[in-house]
């Protein structure tokens, strides 16, 4: 088996955002030139690029890009299944292994969404999550299914819904920090968040993602490569991908224990064991949150609290940059920076490790990705700097 621990590394990043239905350029349009973007970031010249790796049911069929970057050859093409969230952390694992094997030499990790092209992302979503079953009993939404899974982690397992409060001040804390987010220089009061209103009980608006138009691209490449580049590299220590007996939404987790949780439970030892890390390991969280309760979950699932204990660990204090010891979303997440179906994440894991995040972790050599919680297939990654 190959070791991928350090061996691949991202070398350059793009990211543009506009407010929904706003993008100045159909879908493709925005995402050549994030890609471009990241090509500048990183020194390297955009026809070089070999493979292309996205999640999500991205449209952006890589042959259709090749034209406008100039590419010169095609190597490596591959998308992670499912509609949702849950393969971000994934899409990383193939791009990685299309460079560890030799078949591909630099593979950018993309996600594209401009509303006006594409549609709005619930149908994207709702196409894979939503089967006849559900519909049939009026659950017509992620956040319906969603809402249902937190009432379960809030009666039985007894977490405490203040809890999302915290998570969701921490995200608006940093949003408004960061010039490039929806939040940003907007003061922020637990208040609108108590009396916004309703979208699925118990989720009210702040309780939600957002949609945005917009793309994200990250240029991975071997860690020998990045080195001879412009930025410092930030190497991918470990990625896992997948689910367990009992998971899914044709089974509606049918498993007591698993309905609550966001099911990273079935990853989590694979993805510390191939870094060689424990969750005391990590400086820094970049938490994909599709809704508050499940970004809770998603904590719980990677070990960093549990049912008994998480009222101590998800508060404000502790969750934001620089003084928190588990900073999470320093960007502002999908709730304040804004929501290209979590793509927003990945470049914050690589900005907070490069030292540019917009709220500096001191001396961060960690960051835990983890990807959309409840999906299908979910899947996390661990990125890291210096020496592993």
Same mark, same amino acid.
């Given at each position: ?23 100045p350029l159909p879908e493709r349009g925005v995402l050549v030139q994030t890609i471009v973007d ?34 010169? @050859? ?40 401009? @509303? ?48 999302? @409060? ?69 190497k991918l220590l470990s990625v896992a991908q997948g689910t367990q007996k009992g998971w899914g ?11 609550p949780t966001a099911g990273f439970g079935a990853i989590r030892e694979r993805l510390y064991g ?37 009222? @101590? ?76």
């Amino acid at each position: 088996m190959i070791d991928p621990r350090g061996k691949v590394a991202v070398a350059g990043l793009g990211y543009r955002q506009y407010k929904r239905g706003s993008a100045p350029l159909p879908e493709r349009g925005v995402l050549v030139q994030t890609i471009v973007d990241a090509c500048e970031d990183a020194g390297f010249d955009p026809a070089l690029i070999d493979g292309f790796v996205s999640y999500g049911d991205d449209k952006n069929e890589p042959v259709r890009l090749m034209p406008d970057l100039g590419t010169k @050859e095609l190597n490596w093409s591959a998308q992670v299944w499912g509609g949702g969230g849950g393969g971000v952390a994934g899409a990383f694992g193939l791009a990685s292994a299309a460079i560890l094997t030799g078949q591909a030499r630099a593979v950018v990790v993309f996600r594209a969404l401009v @509303e006006g092209s594409s549609g709005r992302l619930s149908a994207a979503v709702m196409a894979h999550h939503l089967n006849d079953h559900m519909v049939s009993a009026g659950l017509v939404a992620p956040a319906q299914i969603c809402a249902m899974r937190a009432q379960r982690l809030f009666e039985y397992h007894g977490v405490p819904q203040s809890v999302c @409060e915290e998570l969701i001040r921490a995200n608006y804390f940093h949003g408004s920090r960061n010039p490039e987010a929806i939040a940003y220089g907007k003061p922020f009061d637990i208040a609108q968040a108590r009396t916004s209103r309703w979208i699925a009980e118990p989720f009210r608006l702040f309780d939600c993602s957002r949609e945005n138009d917009g793309a994200g691209a990250l240029l991975l490449v071997s860690s020998e490569l990045a080195k001879d580049l412009r930025k410092p590299p930030v190497k991918l220590l470990s990625v896992a991908q997948g689910t367990q007996k009992g998971w899914g939404d044709l089974l509606e987790n049918d498993d007591a224990d698993l309905y609550p949780t966001a099911g990273f439970g079935a990853i989590r030892e694979r993805l510390y064991g191939q870094a060689g890390l424990t969750p005391q390991d990590i400086d820094v969280v970049q938490l994909y949150e599709n809704f508050s309760a499940q970004g809770v979950a998603s904590l719980i699932d990677h070990g960093f609290c549990t049912y008994e204990n998480v009222a @101590e660990v998800i508060r404000f204090d502790n969750l934001v940059a620089p003084g928190g010891k588990l900073p999470v979303n320093t960007s502002g997440g999908n709730f304040a920076q804004g929501f290209v179906h979590g793509i927003g994440c990945a470049v914050e894991a690589v900005r907070v490790l490069r030292g540019e995040s917009a709220n500096p972790v001191p001396d961060a050599r960690t960051c835990l990705l983890a990807g959309g919680p409840g999906a299908p297939t979910i899947s996390s990654a661990i990125f890291g700097t210096g020496d592993f």
